[in-house]
């Protein structure tokens, strides 16, 4: 399956984004989807991940509250609303996908497909 990702720019602190990456070669529900980011330094870490059907998701704690994942199994494509945004935040943003059967996860080595990533600023 290949994967772009969308929709990451500037944004002041407390402002929101919403991050999109679309799906294709592959069908859209063969996958969990998830968001990775990775932070100037820093290693990669887990964000969010929503199960193919959408009933299951998992968020890691440092964006529960302020994050949310969805998906449109019919338009084959995978959102992060974020809101409340903070400087910390500020990251490379990776969408990727993993066999169904992994239902959610945040461990990156459960997935095998990547996007090229977008960047999100936060800063004044």
């Known amino acids: 399956v290949q994967l772009v990702e969308s929709g990451g720019g500037l944004v002041q602190p407390g402002g929101s984004l919403r991050l999109s990456c679309a799906a294709s070669g592959s069908p859209f529900v063969n996958y969990a989807m998830g968001w990775f980011r990775q932070a100037p330094g820093k290693e990669r870490e887990g964000v969010a991940c929503i199960s193919w059907s959408g009933l299951s998701t998992k968020y890691a704690g440092f964006v529960k509250g302020r994050f949310t994942i969805s998906r449109d199994n019919a338009k084959n494509t995978v959102y992060l609303q974020m809101n409340s945004l903070k400087s910390e935040d500020t990251a490379v943003y990776y969408c990727?996908?993993?066999?169904?059967?992994?239902?959610?996860?945040?461990?990156?080595?459960?997935?095998?497909?990547w996007g090229q990533g977008t960047q999100v600023t936060v800063s004044s």
């Open positions: 990727a996908a993993a066999p169904k059967i992994v239902v959610v996860s945040l461990d990156e080595s459960d997935f095998a497909s």
